[in-house]
């Protein structure tokens, strides 16, 4: 939960008359989360959020399920997802099940002609290439490599690349090496701190590996007083659809509350270290309902005489592990490459690759990067998950 923020204009009193200098009252939205139960915020927009001019037919975006049940590691070329011209075309379902689904993303352009709300989940973008501006009606937030941006279910946005491709797309080629990269996580419900690192009022604790100063906030901008037509695409229970507007959705004047996106960049998460290896909730960066987002950053290792730096062999009974490769060298893994993703799943051990034990011991740090995905419910593998495949994964212990 972010803290309290308050950003443009607003009266001195919720739920009171105010006005623009033209006499009319400005329109207030609660947005809120949980119902009425939890965090909220209060807009004040130039014209009614609610004047819809028309609405197209909605088309299905619902993952394309390959595998229901596996009992099988597996690994996957993230960097082999085909890049897209469009935004949402490019988010490519990987993982998926009833709290979350992983997808990767190469968007090749920016948003220009929409924007997009996703109604049923918060979303987590993790920034692995490019770099960008998230434009909402609470202000903007510049973004680049290793940026979280957290972005509440319901909130309407744009995405700005800073860089996009004016090649045209080869169907056939693998990409080596393009622009923009997404690693993203959609959850259906609220992406929180981790209650270990919260205090009773909300404030993050001193051991915790972040505090609010790393937390960054959208910078607010004047409100866009534009009338027309304006094409909002509403992802909804597995369907698109699109929602034209009277007016521009960022013509907010200010707001306040304790509910909006934000920026946490990965390379601001201090690692906690020990004589010994330490466990993986030491890493816990997010918490949603049956998940976690851990983050790997560089760091040093173990320090007691006899430590091995390598993690041991883990049987994970109850979680599915999902570990994103963004950078550096994995002692414990062997031909790692930048955008790989491995899944561990519940049921059988996962460890080290032979020989990285022994080769670990007198390492003195680390220089990996990389984001974890434990889910406590198990995953499905997608049509697009299978096409990137790396076969024989699970016999790499051999």
Not at 80 to 99: C, E, F, T, V
Not at 180 to 186: H, M
Not at 325 to 351: E, Q, W
Request: net charge negative.
């Amino acid at each position: 939960m972010p803290h309290y923020m308050r950003s443009g204009t607003i009266p001195s009193k919720r739920h009171t008359q105010f006005r623009q200098p033209n006499g009319n009252l400005y329109s207030e939205e609660l947005f809120s989360t949980e119902g009425f139960s939890n965090d909220s915020s209060l807009l004040y927009h130039i014209h009614p959020p609610t004047q819809i001019l028309s609405t197209d037919k909605p088309v299905s975006v619902q993952p394309r399920i390959a595998e229901e049940k596996m009992l099988a590691h597996r690994s996957f070329e993230g960097f082999h997802i085909l890049p897209a011209s469009d935004y949402l075309d490019s988010r490519k379902p990987i993982l998926i099940n009833n709290d979350l689904h992983i997808s990767l993303a190469a968007p090749e352009k920016s948003m220009k002609d929409y924007f997009y709300k996703n109604a049923d989940a918060d979303e987590l973008i993790f920034v692995h290439e490019g770099n960008g501006t998230l434009r909402t009606a609470y202000g903007n937030l510049a973004f680049g490599y290793g940026d979280y941006i957290i972005i509440p279910r319901g909130t309407i946005y744009q995405i700005e690349f800073d860089n996009e491709s004016n090649q045209p797309i080869d169907e056939k080629k693998r990409p080596t090496d393009e622009v923009n990269r997404l690693f993203i996580v959609e959850s259906f419900s609220p992406i929180r701190y981790p209650k270990k690192y919260v205090s009773t009022n909300g404030q993050l604790l001193e051991h915790s590996p972040y505090c609010e100063r790393d937390i960054r906030q959208p910078l607010f901008s004047e409100a866009n007083d534009e009338k027309g037509d304006f094409l909002i695409r509403v992802k909804k229970q597995g369907m698109l659809y699109g929602i034209h507007y009277a007016h521009h959705p960022f013509d907010a004047v200010g707001w306040d509350g304790c509910c909006y996106p934000y920026i946490f960049s990965i390379h601001n998460f201090e690692p906690v270290t020990g004589r010994v290896h330490q466990p993986p909730p030491v890493h816990v960066t997010f918490e949603a309902n049956n998940f976690v987002v851990c983050s790997f950053v560089p760091r040093l290792f173990d320090y007691h005489p006899l430590a091995i730096p390598a993690p041991y062999n883990h049987s994970n009974i109850d979680s599915d592990e999902v570990l994103y490769y963004v950078d550096g060298d994995f002692m414990s893994r062997k031909n790692v490459t930048r955008g790989m993703i491995t899944l561990h799943p519940a049921g059988i051990p996962h460890g080290p690759h032979p020989g990285t034990v022994e080769k670990s011991i007198g390492t003195k740090e680390t220089k990996e990067l990389a984001v974890m995905v434990d889910t406590f419910h198990p995953l499905q593998l997608t049509k697009s998950a299978i096409e990137i495949e790396i076969p024989g994964y699970h016999k790499s212990w051999m």
